[in-house]
């Protein structure tokens, strides 16, 4: 079992920037061999991909409404996993989500992932 928890989400102004966390942790887990994803889900809509990496690969991937604002990123050593965001836009208001998964494939997938954090806020005012 792998566990999840994110951080780092919370109220900024149109512009600004936020930095999310995600701590993983288990028993029997190499977060390095893990892919890591980030998703959103704003009120009425359904849950998004936002971004992806596969460290394993060097292979990162972003929804085309954050590209060149947000970066994903990862320390291996702490477990933990990271979502810059900056040029923040009101649209960007959800929920984040970080996931994991043991395979490498389809990493822009959300039924793909097993592991799921119980999210955090981020809102974006004008």
């Known amino acids: 079992q792998v566990q999840l928890v994110e951080s780092g989400g919370g109220l900024v102004q149109a512009g600004g920037s936020l930095r999310l966390s995600c701590a993983a942790s288990?028993?029997?887990?190499?977060?390095?061999?893990?892919?890591m994803g980030w998703f959103r889900q704003a009120p009425g809509k359904e849950r998004e991909f936002v971004a992806a990496?596969?460290?394993?690969?060097?292979?990162?991937y972003y929804a085309d409404s954050v590209k060149g604002r947000f970066t994903i990123s990862r320390d291996n050593a702490k477990n933990t996993g990271y979502l810059q965001m900056n040029s923040l836009k009101p649209e960007d208001t959800a929920v984040y989500y970080c996931?994991?998964?043991?395979?490498?494939?389809?990493?822009?997938?959300?039924?793909?992932?097993?592991?799921w954090g119980q999210g955090t806020q981020v809102t974006v005012s004008s």
């Open positions: 288990g028993r029997t887990f190499t977060f390095s061999t893990y892919a």
């Open positions: 996931a994991a998964k043991s395979s490498y494939y389809s990493p822009t997938q959300i039924s793909k992932y097993n592991y």
């Open positions: 990496d596969v460290w394993a690969t060097g292979s990162t």
